[in-house]
């Protein structure tokens, strides 16, 4: 079983970037594609992107292309998103997700990001 | 983008019952439709994936059902631990996207 650990919560002002870390363990994390998901307060969730370290190919969801950067680093099996020009609306928990490739079978906990001037 | 409804948002049930969530997705999606559960503060659980296949460690009550465009989650005999809310998840393309969630209360 794969777990997924992810880097604490963050404030930030808007306008700057925040970048969470996933770190994986179990599983060969150079095979298997990690997604990012969001939940804005009370809300549902929202897929943000994905990569498939292996292959080096990142798919974002239009409304984060200008704005997200997913990155690996196969020598720790930790992946990353940044997101950048943060403004109200990015307070959400970010979770990364294993998918195989059609579903998320394991989470990380959580990283929940305040952007509050 | 392919938009995913679930009915009802919201549900009233007791222990015992018997429950279905629907999701209804805007185009054909095959049997790319996967459920979750997610309990308050923590990550969404998978449940079920391709419509009808229970993940490893699930209860036999929860099951899965529908191809197409419209699907159903029922958990056969409600347990306490099962109130929370549900989702469901279109995999047939990018941008996955989920529906806006079923909430299960006690009744």
């Known amino acids: 079983q794969v777990q997924l650990v992810q880097s604490g919560a963050e404030v930030k002002k808007p306008g700057s970037s925040v970048k969470v870390s996933c770190k994986a363990s179990?599983?060969?994390?150079?095979?298997?594609?990690i997604s990012w998901v969001r939940q804005a307060p009370g809300q549902g969730l929202e897929w943000m992107g994905g990569?498939?370290?292996?292959?080096?190919?990142?798919d974002l969801a239009q409304r984060f292309q200008d704005r997200v950067t997913i990155t690996t680093d196969e020598s720790t099996s930790t992946a990353y998103m940044e997101l950048s020009s943060l403004r109200s609306e990015d307070t959400a928990v970010y979770y990364c997700?294993?998918?195989?490739?059609?579903?998320?079978?394991?989470w990380g906990q959580g990283t929940l990001v305040t952007v509050s001037s | 983008d392919i938009q995913m409804t679930q009915s009802p948002s919201s549900l009233s049930s007791s222990v015992g019952d018997r429950v279905t969530i629907t999701c209804r997705a805007s185009?054909?999606?095959?049997?790319?439709l996967n459920w979750y559960q997610q309990k308050p503060g923590k990550a969404p659980n998978l449940l079920i994936y391709?419509?009808?296949s229970l993940q490893s460690g699930v209860p036999s009550r929860f099951s899965g059902s529908g191809s197409g465009t419209d699907f159903t989650l029922t958990i056969s005999s409600l347990q306490p631990e099962d109130f929370a809310t549900y989702y469901c998840?279109?995999?047939?393309?990018?941008?996955?996207?989920f529906g806006q969630g079923t909430k299960l209360e006690i009744k």
């Open positions: 990569m498939i370290p292996i292959f080096g190919t990142t």
């Open positions: 997700a294993r998918a195989l490739p059609n579903f998320f079978d394991s």
């Open positions: 998840q279109q995999s047939y393309g990018t941008p996955y996207t």
């Open positions: 185009e054909t999606i095959s049997i790319y």
């Open positions: 391709a419509a009808s």
């Open positions: 179990g599983g060969t994390f150079r095979t298997y594609d």
